[in-house]
């Protein structure tokens, strides 16, 4: 088939739809906004977590390089917490995602279907 042909009309539901529309839709505007609410913020938070560990690492040689334990000092345990909050910004996201996203992203996916599973 070529790009110019069009398959039969009603053989999939999605292409009837006109995606402004779609996108202008209530239960869209509300994915949207929760999608959102949740990763500027997080990604916000994160970029501030990593810019004050490279400042700290390039600026405070002493602070970073106190032991904590052998030899085990602060720049070792921010680096580390680094791989730590990474994992917990994805486990929160998977949280919320279940939570908040997943079933009003089914409800539009089923409503553009036309009620097919």
Known sequence: MSTTEHPPAGSNPIDEHNWADVQASPDFVELRRRLRRFVFPMAGLFLVWYLAYVLLADYAHGFMATKVVGNINVGL???????VSTFAITTLYVSHANKKLDPLAEKLRHELEGGQA
Do not use: E, R
């Not at 345990?77 to 791989?83: A, E, N, R, S, T």
């Open 77 to 83: 345990i921010f680096g580390l917490l680094q791989f």
